[in-house]
């Protein structure tokens, strides 16, 4: 089918791209007239692994275009999918200006009948919005469909949850658009559900609220574990082999950030209220997430006492692995809150130093893993990257004037690393 996809930021890029993998004739569309000349002489504006190679392959077939007037991509199309931003406003609630902004540009540009897809994060009822905006502003008068479809695609893994994704929600007023929107993802072999618009929105709101939930119940248990001398990552296993409750999502650290998690739980408690009901739940899933990373600072304060003038070698800038991205990173705040202290830091992250230098002038960045404790009173894991466990820990501990780390990702085991002689401080264990 022909498709168009406005928006390439992580969501619209990555779906593009595997819509084109899978046979489609995709047209990717954003205002920034830059990205898309970096897009259109190969380059790929974000990491995520698989994609490059991707983008270079479907570039090549001719499946897979880019350009920066809509009008193009929505003329060309006969589904117009809308991946742009839905960034936080001050008090929670989402700023639907882009999506507004793109549904009077598609109106503008159609000549004949669409389905224009919302496949960003929204509101329960944009898609209502959506449908008077495009009425109300297409000139020629052509008939349309509005769909909602959200994306539940995990940065770092997005190509992957992309390609096999574990359902696709299909919201619909009516049945024409619901029958193109199955053609278009037949090729994923996966379970679809088809709903009404109002339930496909509040779907992605729900999915995510719950997965942050579940992070913010491991991390209040591993608080229990450490007050009873339990090990929280024993306890999640023993409760993850439950299918009803399932391993994932169930790894306690020093909390959760990103883009998505921090934003849309905020979201969804605003809709709540404005609909009439106080997400108490929620409220509470937020709270545990602050105290987890301020019960994480005060454990090194706790051991290094004064924190001025102490060095911190910190492992992890981005907000979790396989990713540069670090927007609402929980280990930039947490370098924030050691800076705050007085602490100086010495910096790695395998992706994320290229994206932090703005936020974290005031440190150094160490391109080489090995080298980070060098000259340290402590080391402190951030992020879950996995090659920080190939960490030289022989080298490190005679790197710091004390071999001191604090894990706030439970890469290492502490019994082993009791063992080695360090100081091992991590969570719930
Ligand atoms: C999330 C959802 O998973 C995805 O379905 C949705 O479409 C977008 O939001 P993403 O923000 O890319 O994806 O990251 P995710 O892998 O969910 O991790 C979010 C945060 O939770 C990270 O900071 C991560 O470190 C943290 N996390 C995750 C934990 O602390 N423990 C866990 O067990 C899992």
């Not at 090549?60 to 003329?75: D, P």
């Not at 540009?109 to 224009?116: F, N, P």
């Not at 509005?146 to 007023?173: H, Q, T, Y």
């Not at 278009?184 to 609220?209: C, G, M, Q, R, W």
Request: one cysteine or more; glycine letters at 8%; aromatic letters at 8%.
């Amino acid at each position: 089918m022909k498709l168009t996809i406005i928006g390439t930021g992580y969501v619209g890029l990555v779906t593009g791209t595997c819509f084109a993998e899978v046979g489609h004739h995709v047209i990717c569309v954003d205002n920034d007239a830059a990205k898309v000349k970096m897009l259109q002489a190969g380059g790929i504006p974000i990491y995520e692994p698989g994609l490059d190679e991707l983008v270079k392959k479907n570039v090549a077939s001719g499946r897979l275009k880019f350009t920066a007037s809509t009008a193009e991509g929505v003329q060309n199309s006969d589904v117009i999918f809308i991946a742009v931003p839905t960034p936080p406003q001050p008090d929670g609630s989402v700023d639907l200006s882009y999506i507004e902004r793109v549904a009077r540009d598609i109106a503008a540009a159609m000549t004949s009948y669409k389905i224009v897809v919302d496949k960003s994060t929204v509101p329960v009822k944009t898609g209502e919005k959506v449908a008077e905006t495009i009425k109300r502003y297409c000139a020629a008068k052509v008939e349309f469909d509005v769909v909602s479809n959200p994306e539940f695609l995990r940065e770092g893994f997005a190509v992957g949850d992309l390609m096999k994704p574990d359902r696709i929600v299909i919201g619909v007023a009516s049945p024409r658009p619901a029958a193109a929107m199955k053609e278009i993802y037949t090729p994923f072999n996966a379970p679809i559900i088809v709903t009404d618009i109002n339930s496909a929105e509040l779907i992605k709101h729900a999915a995510n609220s719950f997965l942050a939930l579940k992070i913010s119940y491991i991390n209040a248990i591993a608080t229990v574990c450490e007050a009873a001398g339990a090990n929280v990552q024993e306890v999640a296993q023993g409760i993850g082999l439950d299918e009803r409750i399932g391993r994932r999502f169930l790894n306690a650290g020093i909390g959760f950030g990103g883009s998505c998690f921090p934003k849309d739980l905020s979201a969804f408690i605003k809709i709540a209220e404005q609909i009439g009901y106080d997400f108490k739940l929620l409220k509470e899933v937020q709270h545990i997430n602050a105290d987890q990373m301020d019960r994480f600072v005060k454990k090194i304060t706790d051991t290094l006492w004064v924190l001025k003038d102490k060095k911190i070698g910190v492992l992890g800038l981005a907000f979790k692995q396989n990713t540069d991205d670090v927007r609402s990173s929980p280990a930039i705040d947490l370098c924030q809150k050691l800076l705050k202290e007085g602490a100086m830091l010495r910096v790695h992250d395998p992706k994320a130093m290229d994206k932090t230098k703005a936020l974290l002038p005031n440190v150094t960045y160490v391109d080489d893993l090995n080298a980070v404790a060098e000259g340290c009173d402590a080391i402190v894991i951030a992020t879950e990257w996995d090659e920080f466990k190939q960490l030289d820990l022989a080298r490190a501990k005679k790197s710091l004037t004390h071999p001191i780390m604090f894990d706030g990702r439970n890469l290492f085991d502490p019994v082993e690393m009791e063992k080695l002689g360090w100081i091992y401080k991590s969570v719930g264990r």
